[in-house]
């Protein structure tokens, strides 16, 4: 998903953002970023419990299944939250077939119930994007 650096003349500048992060590739970032997330929206005055939990799962994914150190963008534009991470791999994520004793692999299954809308989009032999879109309430 790519995402326009303009902003409409009519927005409210006030209660959006975004960032473009460049995070190292280490287990420690998923925190990181879930923290500096939560801080942005409870700023705006928007609930970051949704969000957070998006961004946590598809960091991690890009660390364990991915390839390099990830690439991450968070939007908040005119009340939606939009959330890309993208890795050096053209590996496609894919949702598992439910299983209830499974105790790993449920990331995506996460991402899908509280996401408005997601998807993966390839960059040529680059790698790929992971997106997901969400309403926020503030």
Do not use: Q
């Amino acid at each position: 998903m790519v995402l326009p650096l303009l902003r409409p003349l009519d927005a409210d500048a006030v209660g959006e953002f975004r960032l473009d992060l460049f995070p190292p590739a280490a287990p420690e970032v998923v925190g990181v970023l879930r923290r500096l997330l939560r801080e942005m929206l409870t700023v705006v005055g928007a609930d970051p419990d949704g969000p957070c939990l998006i961004l946590s799962e598809l960091v991690t994914n890009a660390l364990l299944h991915g390839a390099g150190a990830p690439s991450v963008v968070l939007e908040l534009r005119c009340g939606r939250l939009y959330i890309a991470v993208a890795d050096g791999s053209t590996a496609v994520p894919r949702r598992r077939e439910p299983d209830v004793a499974r105790t790993c692999g449920r990331g995506l299954d996460l991402v899908a119930a509280l996401a408005d809308d997601w998807g993966v989009e390839l960059i040529g032999v680059c790698g790929k994007a992971v997106w997901a879109v969400a309403a926020v309430d503030h």
